[in-house]
């Protein structure tokens, strides 16, 4: 039987400290692997090309969106210049993207535009976040780690939030009761104002925003500065 074939990886991270905590979470995986590291995207595209040359090419590019500038002049300024240049040359590399970044329309438009493979938050679960992805794409398949898909599905609910849903969420955060909230909309003639309908409508956001309770569904609204 032959022995199981090492995945080979290159990430693309200035961050020292954070290659290594990547590198140690894979030590500690039942992930068979090669690892190599680049500081600079630049750097990242020589490996990658040096690799290819010596017909021995990467399986899975892990790279950082943001770069920090320093001395060095550089070509390929950060992730997304990396990205950009594997896919020009239609290269088969898997790609996931690691980054503190988490707003949904630029998350989406890496995979739409660029067919990234997956991404990852940078977060307190990102080691293991990591692992899932890398195991996620070995499989032909694509992943996004859980934070991102919360912002994803905020994203989307935000679409559907209507001005009544916000007026109704405001006058909670202010301390009114339903009652109280059914007596303001009649007073300022808006309807449906009745107390059953304002409690249909907090259950649907409720359900809509994954809130336990009322003051939890607030604190999500204030988060997102509906209110």
């Known amino acids: 039987m032959q ?8 990430f693309a991270e200035d961050q020292e400290a954070i290659a290594i905590g990547v590198k140690n979470a894979l030590e500690e995986s039942p992930i068979l692997f090669n690892y190599d590291h680049a500081r600079y995207c630049d750097d990242a595209w020589l490996k990658l090309k040096k690799a290819e ?33 594997v896919r020009k040359e239609s290269t088969p590399y898997k790609i996931i993207v690691f980054s503190v970044e988490d707003r949904p329309l630029k998350v989406q438009k890496l995979f739409d535009q660029f067919k990234i493979d997956a991404y990852v938050c940078k977060g307190r679960q990102d080691n293991k976040e990591i692992i899932k992805a890398i195991q996620k794409v070995q ?5 996004i780690s859980e ?15 209507r001005e009544i849903d ?14 109280q909230i059914s007596i303001y909309l009649k007073e ?11 409690e249909k409508e907090l259950k649907y956001l409720r359900e809509t925003f994954s809130a336990k309770t009322n003051i939890e569904l607030a604190i999500i609204f204030k988060d997102m500065g509906l209110v």
Request: hydrophobic letters at 35%; glycine letters at 4%.
């Open 188 to 198: 300022k003639g808006i309807s449906p104002n009745s107390i059953s309908w304002i």
């Open 139 to 143: 499989n032909g398949e694509t992943y």
């Open 166 to 179: 916000q007026l109704i969420v405001e006058l909670l955060c202010k301390g009114f009761s339903q009652e």
């Open 3 to 10: 022995p199981k074939k090492k995945l080979k990886l290159l």
């Open 147 to 161: 934070e991102a898909r919360q912002q994803m599905h905020l994203q989307k609910n935000l679409a559907q939030v």
């Open 53 to 85: 040359y010596d017909q021995e090419p990467y399986d899975v590019l892990i790279t950082d969106l943001s770069f920090k500038p320093d001395h060095r002049e550089v070509k390929l300024k950060d992730g997304k210049d990396l990205i950009k240049a």
